[in-house]
Structure formats: C-alpha cells, structure tokens
C-alpha cells in the first residue's frame, strides 16, 4: 500500500500508549507512520526512527529554547528542564502573551513538516492539533482523521476554554473523514453535539502481555513487611482521587500503597504523606517506560482507580490503568463512572465504590487485604478478562477505517 500517515500530538512522544499502539499497528498494515511531536533539547531526539519503522520529527515547543536551556544551564548547572510540580501558577499578561506566540510558532512548525511529509492522510489527536491538522490536509488535499481521546469541552484543566475548544470541534469535527474516540459514551457525545457520525471507538486497552508476577516494586523500594501492595498508576493530576487514595491509606492496615508516575499532584501527595505521618506506607516512583511499565505492574497486588464525577470527561472514561490492572491478573477497587462499572461488573474481577466516599474506597482496599482468596478469584478473573479486551482484539478496526478512507478518496 505504502501510503503515508502523517499524525500529530501534543507532546513529546515518548510515553503516549494510544498513539504509539494506533501508529505501530498502521505501520504493520503497510502504511508508512509519521509521528510529529514536541521537541525538547536535551531530552528528546528532533528525528527518530522507532524499531517497528514508525518515524517521529519533533518541533521545539519555543524558539526560545535554546536559550532557556543555557540560561537553566548557568543559573543551576542542569541542561534539562524538570516539569513543574504543585499548583499551577497564573501567569501574567506579559507571560500569556508569550505563551501564545511560542505555541503559534511551535504549530506553524508542525504544519510545516506535516506538509513537508507529503502525507495520504493527516491524523489529528486531540482538540489542541485538530486546528494545524485540518489545515495541513487541507494544503496537501489528502483526508482528516481526528481522533478526540478526550472531551475537552467539558474536562478538567479546561474550563476557561471551553468555549473556543466546543467552536473548534464543532467547526472542524465534521469536515474529517474519519472520527475516534475511546468510549462508547464519548462516541455517543460527539455523535449528537456535532451531528457527525458516531465516531469508531477504540478503547485504550493495552497489547496482549504475559508479564509473570515479581518482586519488582518491593525490591525497588525496600518494602520488608509482606504486606499486600496497593498500586495506582497514571498521571498524578487533579480529579482522580488521588488525595482520597493516601486519606484511605492512613485507614487501611497491614498494605504498601504505591504511586507510579508524575504530574502536578505530586508535591501535594507527598506533603500529604508526610503530614499523616505515611511515608513507612505510602511511596512514589517516578514516571517509569511504556516497555516496563507491565513488570512494575504485574509486582502490585490489588490496582486503585479513584476517579472522581468532577466533569462529563471523567464521567464518560474508561482509562488506561483499568486494562492494564487486568492485563497484570490485578483485582481492582474502583469508583463508579460507567465505562469503568461495565468492564468491572462483566468480568467479576473487583469492587466498585462511590467516587467521593474516602471510608468506603479504604474498606473496599482493606477487604482485598485481609481476604486472599479473594484477591486470587478477582484476579483469575482479570486475567481472563486481559485475553479478552486487549489491543489486538480492536486494532483490525482502526486498518478498516483507513481502507473505508483510502478507498474512496486516492
């Protein structure tokens, strides 16, 4: 086939599990995967060619960069820049306006190679490139795919932009040839706010993996009671319970509770933490590999997904972390949002608890610590339900989608 997929995300590329399956199976399909990204010096690679033959050209986020990256360098001898933790600041009026020319810039960059590419289809994730990828297809003549992995008009983080991100999508969402989402919810969203099809729901369910069980965790942070390990794992970031998790952890007795990731939250947490007095109980590891993620997983004992009804984004997920708990044979306790309740109730393979009950989130954990037998039926449960909703049962979807598109437009 050897047609040219050119995608574009809002990031650096280098943990992003959705687009990195999509581009992997388009690429074992015969087409050939572009992935433009953001470029940080010192960190990231502006070209690289991945060992599956997907390619990634990346776009500094400012032209400013190199400058920052001296000035980090002499203020306090670092040459790479660490992602803020904490509250995020509001920035100035001076510090807005230069925010939008380096975004500006950095878009006109990825419009720039994502024409240079000479692409047969330009693939949007996300609302922030669905602008710069409408617009590069519609100068190379060649068809939109977007792919909404969220609902920004409704999300946390969002609000102020509510109204310009519903505009966008309202304006650009139909013009696409092609339409992705990750729930059936979502898909049923975008279906009636947009009057577009309803769009193809590819879930973010993780490749098919027999990781054994280890002592992965336990050894990495010196646990030395045998204590079962509760884990959560993703971004730690504001609407996900996660302050609940470290509250319950202060209740539940004889657990570890380990946070895998970073984001936002994480200063917080561990402040929390500290001011219970649960550092013996309640330990953090950094942002870990998409490669090793499953061996860090599969060494927990029961997975923890607290997320909260705080908007329609929350409300209508699935996440990443409820398969990838299944994938690793992990009995879950989780809150209720639909999406989650279904897979949870269909496999038998957890508890599910309200999303703002801190008493009933901790005894949900402390009943899968004291019962083993428990925890062992729950997770032969996941375990099957891993064989049954992984990516490789959905990914013939995504190449048929393509074929539909290709077929009727080159």
Known sequence: MNANVSMIVWNEFRNDARVLKEAQTLQSAGYQVTVHALHTPGVTQERETLPCGVKIVRVARSPLWKWRKKHLAASNGQTQE????????????????LRIIARSWTHLGLLYQLVRSKPDVVHGHDVNTLP??????????????????????????????????????????????????????????????????RPLVLQNRPRLTQVPKNDKIRQQL???????????????????????????AQQVEGAY????????????????????????KVHFIDTVSL?????????????????????????????????????????????????IRKVVHQFDFGITVPPADTDALAQAIQQLVDDSELRQRYGDNAAKGGLALNWEEQEGKLVSLYENILGTSI
């Not at 660490?82 to 306006?97: A, D, F, R």
């Not at 990750?182 to 049923?188: F, V, Y």
């Not at 010196?222 to 390990?229: A, V």
């Not at 997983?297 to 929350?314: K, M, P, R, W, Y």
Request: with cysteine.
């Open 257 to 280: 509770f380990v946070f895998i990731g970073g984001g936002r939250l994480e200063l917080p947490l561990k402040e929390q933490t500290a001011r219970l007095g649960l550092e013996d």
């Open 222 to 248: 010196g646990l030395t009671e045998g204590w079962p390990i509760a884990v959560y794992q993703g971004g730690l970031q504001q609407g996900r319970g996660l302050e609940r998790i470290v509250d319950a």
């Open 291 to 339: 490669d090793e993620l499953p061996h860090y997983t599969a060494s927990a004992d029961i997975g923890v997904q607290a997320i909260e009804n705080t908007c329609l984004n929350h409300y209508s997920t699935d996440s990443n972390k409820l398969f990838e708990y299944m994938m690793a044979g992990l009995p879950i306790v989780a809150t209720k949002p639909p999406e």
């Open 82 to 97: 660490k992602k803020p933790s904490g509250p995020i600041k509001k920035l100035s009026l001076k510090g807005q306006l």
């Open 132 to 197: 710069t990828a409408w617009l590069a297809s519609v100068i190379a003549r060649v068809p939109l795919v977007y792919d909404a992995h969220e609902i920004s008009t409704d999300r946390e983080g969002y609000a102020s932009f509510r109204k310009i991100v519903g505009w966008v999508e309202k304006k650009l969402m139909p013009r696409a040839a092609g339409t992705i989402t990750t729930t059936d919810i979502r898909a049923k969203f975008f279906a009636l706010a947009y009057k577009v099809p």
